[in-house]
C-alpha cells in the first residue's frame, strides 16, 4: 500500500509545506490564468474572423445588387438608344418621344429621372417636368464625352447636383447618333445618391457599423449612417491609411482593421472593387459592436480568475493554519475535497468516478448537464447507465488507460458518440476509474459529411480535378482518368498546365484568372490535350473555396468534351452554306449576308451594291475541253474573284458559271466602279487548263440599295436587268440600273 496523502505530508519540514504548497498555488493559478487568456485570445480571434466573414458576404451582396441595377439602367439606356435611332431614321417627329421616355422610366424604380438631349445639350424629352434652357447640359463632362468619344459607349459620372432639382445625383448615360453616323445627342438616367444610402440602410450592421460607396480615387459617393462632418462629405477623400495601404497592396478586395477620421470608431471593415463599375463598397462592423459578447465574456472571466484566486488563496491560508495547527487533519482534507471540487466542476468534459464494483462514486457538473440526469440520481448507479452499449470490463489498477469510442444515452433516451477516456486511480477508498467523457456529434457529421463527399466525388460522371494554391493537382475523380487517360500517379503532383494544348494565348489565360481573382469562377471552351496527344474541345467549369479568413484555398475545375457535337454542327453548316466545287458562299449564304448588309444601311445611312456576274463563253469551254477543264476553270474563276474584293466583301458561287459579289458600307457609289475594272481585267485573262488554254469574259450587271431597290428581291431583278442589258450589247462589259446601256466604264 502507498502511504496516505496525510502520511507523507507529516514527513515534510513546515518550512518544505509552506514552500512546496505556495509553489504549487502559484503556478495553478497561473495555469488558470494562462487558459483563461488563451481562451479569451481565441474568442477574440474567432470573433473577428466571423465579422471578417460577415463584412465580406454582405460587401458581395452590395456589390452584386448595385450591379444588377447599373445593369438593368444601362439595358433601359440601350432599348432607349434603339428606340431613339429608329424613329431619327425613319424622320419622324420626336415631340411623342416623351411616352417612349416614360414608358422606360416607369420600368426603372431606382431612377430619379430618365432624359433625352440633343447635340447641343438641350434637353428634349424626359420622364417629368424639366427645363427647357438650351445647352442645359452641354458643360456635364459626361456631355462632352458622349460627343468627342463615339465609341465612349456607357458612361458614369461622378456625384453632382441636379439642374433639374438640384439634388445630388449619379448619372448613367448613352450617346446616340443621327442616321448619317453623327452625334445626335445623349440619353441619361439620373440615379440619387440619396437611393444608394436608402439601399445601404437596409442591411443591419448594428449601432455602430457602416456602408460607403466610393470612386476609384476613393472619392466619397454615398454612406450610410449619414454624418455632418467634412470627411463624410460627398467627393471627400479623407480615409484611413490601412485603407490606403491595403488597396495599394490588394486593389480588388481585402479586409483591415481601422477607425475612420469622420467617426474616430474602430472597425472590421471588408472593401471590394465592383468588377465592371467604378466604385469600391466599404461594409465596417465596429468593434464595440461585435466584440460586445465577447467583452463580457472576458468580465465573466475575471471574475472567475479572481475568484479562483481568492479560493487558492483562502484554500492556502487554511492549509497553513491547518499545518500549524497540527489537528486539523479534517479541515485540511475538507480543503483539498473543495479544490479537487473546483477543478472537476471547471473541467470541460464530463468526468464520472467509478468504484472498484463499477458504481459512480462522483460526477462533476458538466456531466450532469451532458446526460440531464440529477446528482443523487446518479450517484451509486452502474457506469452502464450512462453507455448505450453492454457494460465494459473497466481497466484494473497497473494497466495503462484506455481511450475509445461509444455511444452514451441521455436521461430521455437520446444517443450520443462520445470519446470516453478511462485512467486507473488508486485512492483512500481503494481502486477507481476516472471516466473522461467528451460529446463527439460534431466530429462524427464532419466525418460522415466527409465520407458522402467522397462518394459523390468518385461516382460523379463528369471529370473533376482540384488543384491547391500552388496550381498543382491534388486530386482528380475516376471520369477525369476516363476522359483524359491520365491515371493519379500520373496526375497528382503535376501542374494543372499538364492538359493545355498550346492552342490559346497568353490573354485568354489572363482573362481566366482575372475572373477568377474577382468573382472565385470560370467557365468557357477550352482546348485541351489528352494522354494520348490529341487536341479536343471541353467545356470547363472552375469554382474557388476560400477558408474562413476568405482566402482562396482550392479550386475545382469539371470537364466534359464538346469536341464531336461541334465537328458535326460545323460539317453540317459548311455543306448547306458553302458550294462545294469552289469553295465560296453559296445562294444561302450569300442571301443571309445580303441582308445582314441591307440592315446594316438602313441604320447607317451607307450604300450597298451587289454585282451579278455572268461568264462569257464558258459553255464553248465545257463543249471543246470538257466539264473536268470547266471545274478547273471555276475554281480559278473564284480565287480571281477574291483576289478583286476586300476582307469584309463577299464573293459568292449562285450556280453554273453564275456568280455574285456584295459591297457594303458604301459612301460613294464611284468607288465601285474601280472594283468592277478590276473584276472585268482579272477574268477576261487566259485560264491555262490541263486540257488547254481557255479564253472568257465576263458580264456584270450591278444595283445598288437603296438608290437602285428598297428591298433584297427588286435589288437582284435590278442588277440581273443590267447584266442582261450588257450581255445583249455585246458581253465583256459592266452595266447599271440607270445606263444599262453602257458597254463600260469610264475610261475603258
Known amino acids: 500500500m502507498k502511504e496516505l496523502p496525510g502520511r507523507q505530508l507529516a514527513n515534510f519540514s513546515s518550512s518544505q509545506f509552506r514552500t512546496r504548497l505556495v509553489i504549487a498555488v502559484v503556478l495553478l493559478n497561473l495555469m488558470m490564468a494562462g487558459l483563461a487568456l488563451q481562451s479569451l485570445r481565441q474568442g477574440l480571434e474567432q470573433s473577428r474572423a466571423r465579422a471578417a466573414v460577415a463584412t465580406q458576404n454582405i460587401a458581395q451582396l452590395l456589390e452584386h445588387d448595385i450591379a444588377a441595377s447599373f445593369e438593368r439602367i444601362d439595358l433601359t439606356l440601350q432599348a432607349l438608344v434603339d428606340d431613339l435611332q429608329d424613329e431619327l431614321a425613319r424622320t ?14 416607369s420600368r426603372q424604380p431606382a431612377l430619379a429621372s430618365l432624359i433625352v438631349a440633343d447635340s447641343a445639350g438641350t434637353i428634349i424629352a424626359g420622364s417629368n417636368l424639366y427645363k427647357t434652357t438650351p445647352g442645359l447640359l452641354a458643360d456635364r463632362d459626361y456631355f462632352r464625352r458622349h460627343r468627342d468619344t463615339p465609341a465612349a459607349g456607357l458612361v458614369i459620372s461622378p456625384p453632382l447636383r441636379s439642374r433639374l432639382n438640384d439634388e445630388w445625383i449619379i448619372t448613367l448615360s448613352r450617346r446616340y447618333d443621327s442616321p448619317s453616323g453623327g452625334f445626335a445627342g445623349a440619353v441619361i438616367a439620373s440615379v440619387r445618391v440619396d437611393h444608394l444610402r436608402q439601399l445601404f440602410a437596409g442591411i443591419n450592421l448594428g449601432p455602430n457599423g457602416a456602408i460607403s460607396l466610393r470612386d476609384l480615387e ?60 467604378p466604385y469600391y463598397v466599404i461594409v465596417g462592423l465596429a468593434d464595440d459592436d461585435y466584440l460586445l459578447g465577447w467583452h463580457r465574456e472576458l468580465l465573466k472571466t475575471a471574475i472567475q480568475i479572481t475568484a479562483f484566486l481568492l479560493a487558492t488563496l483562502t484554500m492556502t491560508g487554511l492549509l497553513l493554519h491547518a499545518w500549524r495547527c497540527r489537528e486539523a487533519d479534517l479541515s485540511r482534507i475538507a480543503s483539498k475535497e473543495k479544490e479537487f471540487r473546483t477543478l472537476l466542476d471547471t473541467a470541460p468534459d464530463a468526468i464520472v468516478i467509478v468504484d ?28 452502464s447507465l450512462l453507455l448505450a452499449t453492454e457494460e465494459i470490463d473497466l481497466v484494473t489498477p497497473g494497466q495503462a488507460g484506455l481511450d475509445i469510442d461509444l455511444w452514451a444515452i441521455t436521461a430521455d433516451g437520446h444517443r450520443f458518440p462520445i470519446s470516453a477516456s478511462f485512467t486507473p486511480i488508486e485512492s483512500e477508498r481503494g481502486r477507481m476509474v476516472t471516466m473522461a467523457i467528451r460529446d463527439i456529434s460534431e466530429r462524427r457529421e464532419r466525418e460522415e459529411a466527409l465520407k458522402l463527399a ?19 493537382i491534388v486530386a482528380i475523380n475516376p471520369a477525369f482518368t476516363r476522359l483524359t487517360g491520365y491515371t493519379p500517379n500520373e496526375a497528382i503532383g503535376q501542374p494543372a498546365g499538364l492538359l493545355h494544348s498550346g492552342r490559346h494565348n497568353h490573354a485568354f489565360f489572363r482573362a481566366m484568372w482575372e475572373s477568377l481573382d474577382a468573382t472565385g469562377t470560370w467557365k468557357g471552351e477550352i482546348l485541351n490535350r489528352r494522354r494520348s496527344g490529341e487536341v479536343v474541345a471541353d467545356w470547363l467549369m472552375i469554382n474557388t473555396i476560400y477558408d474562413e479568413e476568405g482566402q482562396a484555398q482550392w479550386r475545382v475545375g469539371m470537364y466534359s468534351t464538346v469536341t ?44 450597298v451594291a451587289l454585282m451579278l456576274i455572268d461568264l462569257d463563253r464558258f459553255k464553248e469551254v465545257n463543249d471543246t475541253l470538257g466539264h473536268l ?27 453554273g458559271d453564275e456568280f455574285a459579289v456584295i459591297l457594303g458600307g458604301i459612301t460613294d457609289v464611284t468607288h465601285v466602279e474601280p472594283v468592277a475594272e478590276a473584276i472585268l481585267r482579272a477574268l477576261a485573262g487566259t485560264y491555262a487548263l490541263k486540257e488547254g488554254d481557255a479564253r472568257i469574259s465576263a458580264s456584270i450587271g450591278i444595283a445598288f440599295f437603296p438608290s437602285d431597290a428598297d428591298h433584297m428581291e427588286a435589288l437582284f431583278l435590278r442588277a440581273d436587268q443590267a447584266m442582261y442589258a450588257i450581255k445583249d450589247k455585246g458581253r465583256n462589259g459592266v452595266g447599271y440600273v440607270k445606263d444599262v446601256w453602257k458597254p463600260t466604264l469610264p475610261g475603258r
Not at 419622324?92 to 422610366?105: A, G, L
Not at 467522397?454 to 498543382?472: C, F, H, K, P, W
Not at 477543264?629 to 469584309?648: K, N, P, S, T, Y
Open 92 to 105: 419622324r417627329s420626336r415631340r411623342d418621344f416623351n411616352s417612349t421616355v416614360r414608358h422606360h422610366y
Open 218 to 277: 476613393l472619392g466619397m459617393v454615398t454612406r450610410h449612417p449619414e454624418l455632418a462632418t467634412p470627411e463624410a462629405a460627398i467627393g471627400s477623400r479623407s480615409v484611413s491609411a490601412q485603407l490606403r495601404e491595403a488597396i495599394q497592396s490588394v486593389p480588388t478586395a481585402g479586409t483591415y482593421l481601422a477607425s475612420t477620421r469622420m467617426d474616430q470608431i474602430e472597425r472590421t471593415n471588408t472593401y471590394r472593387r465592383m468588377a465592371n463599375y
Open 356 to 383: 472498484a464494483e463499477g458504481r459512480i462514486n462522483r460526477v462533476n457538473q458538466r456531466t450532469l448537464i451532458t446526460f440531464g440526469y440529477s446528482h443523487d440520481a446518479l450517484i451509486g448507479q452502474p457506469a
Open 454 to 472: 467522397s462518394l459523390v466525388y468518385q461516382a460523379v460522371g463528369e471529370a473533376i480535378m482540384v488543384t491547391d494554391t500552388a496550381n498543382r
Open 564 to 607: 464531336a457535337q461541334k465537328r458535326a454542327e460545323e460539317t453540317l453548316w459548311r455543306q448547306a452554306s458553302y458550294d462545294v466545287l469552289t469553295n465560296l458562299p453559296n445562294r444561302r449564304l450569300l442571301l443571309d449576308r445580303l441582308q445582314q448588309e441591307i440592315n446594316v444601311a438602313r441604320r447607317s445611312g451607307a450604300q
Open 629 to 655: 477543264a470547266g471545274d478547273q476553270l471555276l475554281m480559278e474563276v473564284a480565287q480571281r474573284l477574291q483576289a478583286c474584293i476586300r476582307e469584309m466583301d463577299t464573293a459568292a458561287r449562285l450556280g
